[in-house]
């Protein structure tokens, strides 16, 4: 079975620093891999998904991830963060050919200070 | 497009009385989820339908749970008896058909249940 981990539990970063969010993935194949964003009270938003093909990937907001094989990881980077980006991130796994049984990361949460 | 639609969005109950949570999927979507959300356990799939049909239901913690998708417009997640550990927050998501497979999911607001 597919698992996730997103080692950060909390991180904090000044606006209009980097971000770089963690995610290591645990499956036998390639899979499909997604973030999602989840701020207070709302529910999750897609960020960017990775099928297959490029595996940079641009998502909304600004957003990109990285799909590296070699190292079982799908970060997520923003160049410069804006204070709505404080919120909840996900990431996300399914087998290959389906999105549907997702696994979910803990979360990481985000907190930007001014 | 409204997205996934939730109802109630809060829901306040007793231990032992019955609770039953709504979700309109998106129009066109052939494959609905439901999800719940604890501090503990994070976000666990219950259950997913496909064209109305139950294709896994190995997330349903007991027979306390029950699901339904009697038309492809709404299902509904239904808990009797309650309990308060059964308290958390339950998400609808929906997704359409990616050459026959389930594509990206989208997800409702989320339904804050809190069983006293």
């Known amino acids: 079975a597919q698992s996730v981990t997103q080692p950060d539990i909390h991180i904090t970063v000044s606006e209009g620093a980097s971000l770089e969010l963690r995610c290591n993935y645990s499956?036998?194949?390639?899979?499909?891999l997604f973030w999602y964003v989840q701020s207070p009270g709302q529910g999750l938003q897609l960020l960017l998904k990775y099928f297959s093909g490029d595996t940079l990937v641009q998502g909304i907001k600004g957003f990109e991830a990285e799909f590296k094989r070699s190292q079982s990881s799908f970060n997520l980077r923003k160049p410069s963060v804006h204070w709505s980006d404080a919120a909840e991130y996900f990431c996300?796994?399914?087998?290959?050919?389906?999105?549907?049984?997702?696994?979910f990361g803990t979360g990481t949460r985000l907190q930007v200070t001014l | 497009d409204a997205g996934v639609i939730q109802s109630p969005r809060h829901e306040v109950t007793e231990m032992g009385q019955e609770v039953t949570l709504r979700c309109k999927p998106i129009?066109?979507?052939?494959?609905l989820f439901w999800y719940r959300q604890t501090m503990m356990r994070g976000l666990e799939l219950l259950i997913y339908?496909?064209?109305?049909?139950?294709?896994?239901d190995s997330g349903m913690p007991e027979d306390r749970f029950s699901a339904k998708m009697p038309n492809a417009s709404f299902s509904t997640l239904k808990i009797q008896p309650s309990e308060p550990r059964d308290s958390a927050v339950y998400f609808c998501a929906s997704s359409g058909d990616r050459g026959g497979l389930a594509d990206e999911q989208y997800f409702g607001p989320g339904t804050r249940l809190t069983v006293t």
């Open positions: 996300a796994v399914a087998r290959s050919g389906t999105a549907s049984k997702l696994t």
């Open positions: 339908f496909n064209n109305n049909v139950p294709i896994d």
């Open positions: 499956y036998g194949a390639t899979p499909y």
């Open positions: 129009s066109g979507h052939d494959y």
